[in-house]
């Protein structure tokens, strides 16, 4: 019987079946043709005067690629196109007769939100409507009906957000990337490979490690909205799903940390001296095991009891000063891998329970994420450059005060945002455009006069659209998108070629005051963006590893320079992959790649040593190290100029160096736990020399200097 029905269903509904299958690209070309189509549609047959203004919001988030999003994020565009709105209202009350003071708050507080753009961490598509509503409120000049046209600009801007915000969640809904069931899975799988790797191969282990922080960071995306997809169908109150997120985090700095401190060299001979390891090693992998099953069908995990590895004394003696306090260090890490996982598998256990939990439990949880990444120079190189944009284009409007005119300054400062500082290239911009311009005066001449009906302004407004998402990459879609906007179709349908291609003309205009502004006064050609942020990497990384000073203001600068260290290495990544492989032919794709990689973990080597050197010198302990640690600073300050075998020898000398402060240590008195820091802190230090003499061979091997090169 259940076969016929299901037969006799797709008979039925064929049509509707097809839907699901249809390719992703498909689909988003689809949803937002037909979102623009009808927030067009729409807005005519409301006869408002703007009615093109939905269209350009709907293109203007689309262009950020397929929305994953609720409809509370629509809202917040929409918020973001009502914050805009009274910003320009506001300036244009402040100063209604200066045009000078108003262009210039317009600018200062368009170099706000421009910072705001680059440094929020989550959509920006919010900031970006918010300058564009906020810039184009001025209407080309005009004194006159400036509320009116406020509000018909903000009414139309909402409206196309709300169409958009709705057909995404109701047409082919996109969840994130993956939903929360399978990213949590995916996790528990780079947890059980990251285990595996680190008690086997020290590059395996380093490699895992950055596809490991990416399931983390992803995961953490999905613990933080208020979506309600639970494993199993389970509902449960939103703070038992994110008090999930502490004990995660927690593993993956557990894990971390042996990959760096290398147990894969000693897990043997330390299970053979001390064996209940070897029975906290077997429960880790067993509780990994139980995580990554759970999200597949929910069970009430069994949870081990707590682990408390005494160790022998008398098997510690035997080992060398440095060697004992390695093997406990490593014990302390287990543990608390071990720890940690319990912590996670109680918390599971506790979801599938009815009693409350207390509110203690999750007031690690409840913080916010941390949503900004302040202090980067590139963002505010692109916020100082968004501004220059804005006053050169001013100026040219001056020098041809025409009404369109202002289009030039006020869409290049919104665009800048899509532009600078960002992979996308001015000169494939203006390829684009041509190729709209082409498309878009043949049918403006050829097919618009020719419409008659509704449904075939409608299925004009799709076709175009649909094309413009389908066959050309969503990066520049926007811009062949604009086309059709140019067009000026409303209800007072009047064709003026000349007005049409002024407007094209202007828009040529603009983009080449973007491809100017792409070398002036920062260059964002992929190769100089590479190499400041690798000098900028190497000089951050350099300072970082020295000796921490007293002062207040290196206390500041410190902090900054830490949460800058693994944003650049991230971005040496980024912009690494957009170098010219066809002219600079001589680089050694090998060697860049494990430069890169170097990099990445000596970002992470520094941001482990930090929080150690403090603990270690609030208890008076550095002192013994701090010779060692002067020489260390000297030694890498002159890394870059010296040959690499005088390199090798003098880390090994500071090693042993190293080794033999650690020995002079009475390991009886400092405690296990101080002792385990010690270790770490050593370890730790020595395997950053390593990884810096590492990166700066495969940088002299990779051939860096042929970005130096110029093509003018």
């Known amino acids: 019987m259940s076969t016929a029905v299901f037969s006799g269903s797709v008979a039925n509904g064929g049509a509707m079946a097809l839907l699901p299958s249809l390719p992703p690209r498909v689909r988003f070309a689809a949803k937002t043709a037909l979102a623009i189509t009808l927030s067009y549609l729409g807005a005519m047959a409301m006869q408002w005067s703007q009615p093109y203004q939905g269209p350009v919001a709907v293109m203007v988030i689309a262009s950020a690629g397929p929305l994953r999003e609720s409809l509370g994020k629509g809202v917040m565009r929409v918020v973001g196109t009502v914050i805009g709105a009274l910003l320009g209202l506001l300036f244009l009350a402040l100063f209604p007769q200066d045009t000078t003071l108003y262009f210039l708050a317009l600018t200062l507080a368009g170099g706000v939100i421009t910072y705001l753009y680059y440094a929020w961490q989550g959509d920006k598509s919010f ?45 082919w809904p996109e969840k994130s990337a993956q939903s929360r069931v399978a990213q949590a899975a995916e996790l528990a799988r780079h947890w059980q490979s990251a285990f595996d790797a680190v008690q086997h191969g020290e590059e395996e282990a380093e490699a895992t490690l950055p596809q490991l922080e990416a399931a983390e960071k992803a995961m953490e995306r999905s613990l933080r909205v208020g979506a309600t997809e639970y494993p199993g169908g389970i509902a449960f109150d939103r703070y038992r799903w994110e008090s999930l997120w502490e004990p995660i985090l927690r593993i993956d700095r557990h894990l971390g940390m042996l990959a760096l401190m290398r147990w894969g060299r000693v897990r043997e001979r330390m299970e053979r001296l001390f064996p209940e390891t070897e029975l906290l090693r077997r429960e880790i992998g067993q509780m990994m095991g139980q995580f990554e099953r759970f999200w597949a069908a929910p069970f009430t995990p069994e949870v081990p009891p707590r ?48 009693e409350p939990d ?11 994420p941390r949503r900004f990444h302040w202090g980067d120079p590139e963002d505010l190189k692109a916020a100082l450059t968004g501004m220059l944009v804005f006053w050169t284009g001013l100026g040219f409007w001056y020098l ?7 289009m030039v300054p006020a869409m290049a400062f919104a665009l800048s945002l899509l532009i600078l500082f960002t992979p996308l290239n001015p000169l494939a911009l203006i390829f684009i455009y041509t190729l709209s311009f082409a498309v878009s005066f043949l049918t403006y001449v050829f097919v618009l006069p020719v419409l008659s009906t509704w449904w075939e302004l409608g299925l004009y407004f799709f076709l175009y659209m649909f094309a413009a998402y389908y066959f050309i990459p969503t990066a520049l879609s926007l811009f062949f998108g604009l086309g059709l906007v140019f067009q000026f179709i409303d209800n007072t349908t009047f064709f003026s070629v000349q007005l049409f291609v002024t407007v094209l003309l202007l828009f040529y205009l603009f983009l080449g005051l973007l491809l100017i502004f792409n070398y002036l006064p920062f260059s964002n050609r992929p190769k100089d963006l590479f190499l400041r942020l690798e000098r900028r990497f190497r000089e951050l990384s350099r300072a970082l590893s020295g000796v921490e000073a007293g002062h207040k203001a290196w206390r500041v600068w410190q902090r900054w320079a830490l949460a800058q260290l693994p944003v650049t290495a991230a971005k040496m990544r980024l912009w690494a992959s957009k170098l010219d492989r066809h002219y600079f032919d001589r680089l050694d794709e090998k060697a860049l790649e494990r430069y890169l990689r170097s990099a990445q973990l000596s970002a992470e080597i520094i941001t482990l040593l930090d929080p150690l050197r403090r603990r270690l010198s609030s208890r008076g302990l550095l002192g013994e190290f701090e010779a060692v640690e002067k020489e260390v600073w000297s030694f890498l300050s ?13 880390a090994a ?24 820091d010690l270790a770490r802190y ?10 810096l003499i590492e990166g700066e061979a495969a940088r002299r091997k990779a051939g860096l200097e042929q970005l130096k090169w110029s093509r003018f």
């Open 653 to 676: 000398e500071r090693g042993r160096e190293l080794d033999a402060r650690l020995r002079r240590i009475d390991w009886q008195a400092v405690g296990r736990q101080t002792l385990g």
């Open 127 to 171: 900031w970006l409507i918010m300058l564009l509503v906020m810039v184009l409120l001025y209407n080309y000049g005009y004194v006159d009906d400036r509320l009116i046209y406020a509000v018909d600009r903000s009414w139309s801007t909402a409206f196309g957000i709300f169409v958009y915000a709705v057909l995404n969640l109701y047409l």
């Open 682 to 691: 050593v370890t730790l230090r020595k395997r950053l020399i390593e990884s």
């Open 638 to 650: 002159k890394l870059r100029g010296m040959e690499l075998d005088k390199a090798r020898r003098l």
């Open 358 to 368: 207390p509110v203690e439990t999750f007031s690690e949880s409840r913080k916010s």
């Open 400 to 406: 041809m005060p025409t009404d369109l005119g202002y």
């Open 307 to 354: 682990r408390h590895v005494e160790l022998s004394r008398s098997a510690l003696e035997t080992l060398p000063a440095l060697e004992r306090a390695e093997m406990l260090s490593l014990t302390e890490e287990l543990q608390r891998l071990h720890e940690g996982l319990r912590t996670l598998l109680e918390r599971l256990a506790r979801i599938l329970s009815p």
